[in-house]
């Protein structure tokens, strides 16, 4: 066999000296063109993994092992190869794309610049036009080119990121989690248009991932990891059809069940019952900016319709599932509904009040029966305050505890979200959890006050299938035992058709479809909800 392209030979990373491997004796190897699925829980270590095989932890790593990239060893590389390896040789893809884009440049800057780093002989015209060709392959139109990376969403700044890593052609991209924002159709876009690029010029793909549909679709081989160490590697479809041991069985057997098919349709009634939120041709409109001359000149609409007259009703008790792409306006429907936005017309009436008319005092004392659960629970947490004081902060906030009575609420709820023994927790920091605890504990700070509402933007899209599990059965319990009503903001098909009694669709700011759940699965009637299910990737297949 030919020399591999990319080769990791008992590998073992610790972050400092005398501190425990992170990555311990880790070994495999990668030929030009092949796929190879790095899979495991949040903690497991395989973004570690791939950050040292591509030299980006801090000089205090310990590193020991080798990692060598066509036959040359990349923790010997000078800086000017290690410059020329990243980008033009390997492109790494993170999970955050803000870790990628400068918040102060356009996105063609950032295009252009990363041309011009690397091709300094190619025309301004050439870089630009390369660019807007491969923003195009990741679903970005032209006319967003001079805007900047707030004005996007999460999923289409992943694209975005995703996009500066193929415009330099790269022989081997690492992708770490590179779809856990995006919708199953733009994931769907995007991995097929990665892998066609593997085929068509023999580059490699490392796809770190705990979505195992995803990484049986489009990888050749599967790696996976457990507590730092790769337990079990070989073809996907040997090691899906015949798990060896025992994670790699719990991991598969949780990814199951989540996509088990329900037997029967449930219908409820809700004639009878007034809803708790009710949403009436809401929208919110944005104008993208532009410069005098541009005005004059571009006769163009340049509104963009995040949210295009919603009509919506959500009852208490109940959970309605939200989905749709990134970009679609889920996001910021959720925000406009805690008028966190303030709308650009229509109501919104939560226990029958009119939000949209209330004063900024009003507001506060409202949003402690509305509660959000983020996405990123890391985002939401002050690095600097403990558990304890990050849970009892919205009570305090709100003027209806003590301190002392706040201590008491903050252990009650993190007994019930599991987070035990409590006294462990209390006093430790966001950075010192995983990603499933960090969860858990902007879970219990929602629940904190009490709310009649749970607003959830992604809660579970961050987590591996069995701590999603875990965080789904508990939001599920709680839901119960607090009398919850949840909005349920979701790209994952599969999770919403196990959590959701309703589920809306949305598309281009609008709802598109609206039914209960397993009808809506069984017989979807929009053709964009049709094609969402079409692209979702399916476990079944892999292990039937």
Same mark, same amino acid.
């Not at 310990?62 to 492109?91: N, W």
């Not at 109501?347 to 939000?355: A, D, P, R």
């Not at 003590?402 to 409590?422: C, M, N, S």
């Not at 879970?443 to 607003?455: E, F, Q, Y």
């Given at each position: 066999m030919n020399e591999p392209l990319f080769s990791v030979e008992n590998l073992s990373v610790a972050y400092q000296a005398g501190q425990n491997a992170v990555v311990e004796n880790v070994s495999f190897v990668l030929q030009p063109g092949e796929r190879l699925g790095l899979v495991g829980e949040s903690g497991c270590g395989k973004s570690t993994l791939g950050r040292a095989a591509m030299r980006l932890l801090s000089d205090s790593?310990?590193?020991?092992?080798?990692?060598?990239?066509?036959?040359?060893?990349?923790?010997? /590389?000078?800086?000017? *190869?290690? $410059?020329?390896? $990243?980008? !033009?040789?390997?492109?790494?893809i993170f999970q955050d794309p803000m870790t990628r884009?400068? #918040?102060? /440049?356009? &996105?063609?800057?950032?295009?252009?610049?990363?041309?011009?780093?690397?091709?300094? +002989?190619?025309?301004?015209?050439?870089?630009? !036009?390369?660019?807007?060709?491969? @923003?195009?392959?990741?679903?970005?139109? !032209?006319?967003?080119?001079s805007q900047y990376p707030h004005e996007f969403s999460g999923g289409m700044r992943q694209r975005v990121a995703i996009a500066l890593a193929l415009l330099l052609n790269p022989k081997l991209i690492v992708a770490d989690e590179p779809t856990t924002s995006l919708d199953v159709t733009v994931s769907a876009q995007i991995l097929k248009e990665l892998t066609r690029l593997c085929s068509e010029r023999n580059m490699a793909l490392i796809l770190i991932s705990h979505d195992l549909a995803m990484v049986a679709e489009y990888c050749d081989r599967i790696a996976v990891m457990y507590d730092g160490e790769i337990v079990e590697t070989g073809s996907t479809e040997s090691v899906f059809r015949n798990p060896q041991h025992e994670y790699t069985q719990t991991l598969l057997h949780s990814a199951l069940h989540l996509q088990k098919d329900a037997e029967t349709i449930v219908s409820a009634d809700r004639s009878s019952v007034t809803p708790i939120l009710q949403l009436s041709d809401l929208k919110q409109h944005y104008s993208i900016e532009s410069n005098f001359i541009s005005k004059l000149f571009d006769k163009e609409d340049r509104t963009i319709r995040a949210v295009d007259g919603i009509n919506l009703e959500l009852y208490p008790g109940e959970t309605l599932g939200l989905v749709g792409e990134s970009g679609c306006g889920k996001s910021t429907l959720s925000r406009t509904i805690l008028q966190l936005l303030?709308?650009?017309?229509?109501?919104? *009436?939560?226990?029958?009040?009119?939000?949209?008319?209330?004063?900024?005092?009003? @507001?506060? +004392?409202? %949003? $402690?029966q509305i509660q959000m659960i983020f996405q990123d629970p890391h985002a939401c947490l002050n690095p600097? /305050?403990?558990?304890? *004081?990050? &849970?009892?902060?919205? =009570?305090?906030? +709100?003027? &209806?505890?003590?301190?002392?009575?706040?201590?008491?609420?903050?252990?009650?709820?993190?007994?019930?979200?599991?987070?035990? #023994?409590? *006294?462990?927790?209390?006093?430790?920091? #966001?950075?010192? =959890?995983?990603?499933?605890?960090?969860?858990r504990v902007a879970?219990? %700070?929602? =629940?904190?006050?009490? #709310?009649?509402?749970?607003?959830c933007d992604e809660p579970v899209s961050m987590l591996d299938a069995t701590v999603q599990t875990q965080v789904l059965q508990l939001m599920q319990d709680l839901k119960e035992e607090f009398d919850l009503t949840y909005l349920f903001i979701t790209h994952d098909l599969w999770v919403a058709r196990y959590f959701c009694d309703r589920i809306a669709v949305m598309h281009g700011g609008k709802i598109v479809e609206l039914g209960e759940t397993q009808a809506l699965f069984k017989s979807p009637q929009h053709p964009y909800t049709q094609s969402l299910l079409g692209a979702a990737p399916l476990l079944n297949k892999m292990t039937g």
């Open positions: 790593a310990q590193i020991q092992g080798q990692v060598k990239f066509q036959g040359k060893s990349v923790l010997d /590389m000078s800086p000017t *190869e290690l $410059r020329h390896f $990243r980008g !033009e040789a390997v492109a790494l884009l400068d #918040p102060l /440049m356009t &996105i063609g800057d950032h295009c252009l610049e990363t041309l011009k780093a690397h091709e300094p +002989h190619l025309s301004t015209k050439a870089a630009r !036009e390369r660019a807007i060709e491969t @923003l195009k392959a990741v679903s970005i139109p !032209e006319n967003r080119w303030r709308p650009t017309s229509g109501k919104v *009436e939560f226990s029958g009040q009119n939000l949209t008319q209330l004063n900024r005092d009003q @507001l506060q +004392h409202q %949003r $402690r600097r /305050m403990t558990i304890g *004081e990050s &849970i009892a902060d919205p =009570l305090l906030i +709100h003027k &209806i505890a003590t301190p002392e009575a706040a201590k008491q609420e903050v252990e009650y709820v993190l007994e019930r979200v599991g987070l035990t #023994p409590v *006294e462990s927790f209390y006093n430790r920091y #966001p950075g010192e =959890l995983s990603g499933g605890q960090q969860q879970i219990a %700070r929602a =629940l904190i006050t009490r #709310p009649k509402l749970v607003i």
